[in-house]
């Protein structure tokens, strides 16, 4: 229970802090948001395969 209320918070900051990070990113090196969503979908299946299942009860 306490690891699936962490991994919520996390998911909501980084939601939360991706508009920021994306605008510090764009002014370093000017990306086509098409890039951008490659990255995203790039990163965020092996990120989220990496998790254990779910403890079923």
Do not use: H, Q, Y
């Not at 939360?16 to 995203?40: C, D, E, Y």
Request: contains cysteine.
């Amino acid at each position: 229970m306490k690891i699936s209320l962490f991994l919520i918070c996390l998911a909501a900051m980084l939601w939360g802090t991706s508009g920021t990070t994306m605008v510090f990113i764009t002014n370093i090196a000017p990306m086509n948001p098409l890039v951008v969503a490659f990255w995203r979908l790039a990163i965020a299946p092996p990120s989220s395969s990496s998790m254990p299942p779910p403890k079923t009860s």
